[in-house]
């Protein structure tokens, strides 16, 4: 089963505006961590963040974490047309042992040059 | 640095044979993961090996095994394939066995016939 819900499933942006997506999940983490996938191709990590962090930069990227509301959002700013992808949240669940991943069924965003 | 190689990339097969996919994971990554995503949905865990012993088993059927061998590289076997087990099957490799980011191969494309 699949613990992370993203919203919206899809997104369609012009070039050089913001794309923001959120991500629920049930159960307590260790982490969550955005990945971005191309077509047919594999993920590609972008951010992780601990359960005990609110907030995270990484060039265009700024994910934020509300463990009381498990949820966290991702927003790319000023998007550009390689940034067409889809975007996954996945957990790391604070019961269970290793580094197991749960991910969610993905946001795919598509930016329009 | 080389990243996650799989292998083979592509591959097809009938039902109930039986497959082998290979994963070599970066350098000095000793956590090797395979998670089966299957089109339109996010990636689902099968297994996670550190240190050449399973740490994790996702839930899925006996007929799905892995190992990983002294140099850290990593088989996934299934047998008496379905119709489906059709989709891409994600190595992926972590320095240690929690709380790090995952990195993914390109995956190996299963279609079965």
């Known amino acids: 089963s699949q613990q992370g819900e993203e919203d919206p499933q899809a997104l369609s942006i012009q070039e050089g505006e913001n794309a923001t997506m959120n991500c629920s999940y049930k159960?307590?983490?260790?982490?969550l961590q955005w990945y971005r996938q191309n077509s047919g191709r594999g993920l590609v990590h972008l951010i992780l963040?601990?359960?005990?962090?609110r907030e995270k930069h990484s060039g265009r990227l700024r994910v934020t974490l509300d463990t009381s509301k498990k949820s966290s959002s991702l927003l790319i700013t000023a998007s550009r047309a390689a940034d067409t992808a889809s975007y996954f949240c996945?957990?790391?669940?604070?019961?269970?042992?290793?580094?197991?991943?749960?991910f969610g069924g993905g946001t795919r965003v598509l930016v329009k040059p | 640095d080389a990243g996650v190689t799989q292998s083979p990339t592509h591959l097809i097969k009938t039902r109930g044979q039986h497959v082998t996919l290979r994963c070599s994971p970066i350098?000095?990554?000793?956590?090797v993961s395979w998670y089966q995503q299957v089109l339109g949905q996010g990636p689902q865990f099968i297994f996670q090996?550190?240190?050449?012993?399973?740490?994790g088993r996702g839930n899925f059927p006996d007929r799905f095994s892995a190992r990983q061998f002294p140099n850290y590289s990593s088989e996934l076997n299934v047998n008496a394939l379905l119709l489906g087990d059709s989709a891409l099957y994600l190595c992926?490799?972590?320095?240690?066995?929690?709380?790090?980011?995952?990195?993914f191969g390109d995956g190996t494309r299963l279609s079965i016939l």
């Open positions: 992926a490799s972590s320095g240690s066995i929690s709380n790090q980011p995952q990195h």
């Open positions: 159960t307590s983490i260790n982490n």
């Open positions: 963040i601990r359960s005990n962090e």
């Open positions: 996945a957990t790391a669940n604070a019961l269970a042992a290793g580094n197991k991943l749960t």
């Open positions: 350098s000095g990554h000793k956590s």
């Open positions: 090996y550190y240190e050449k012993e399973e740490r």
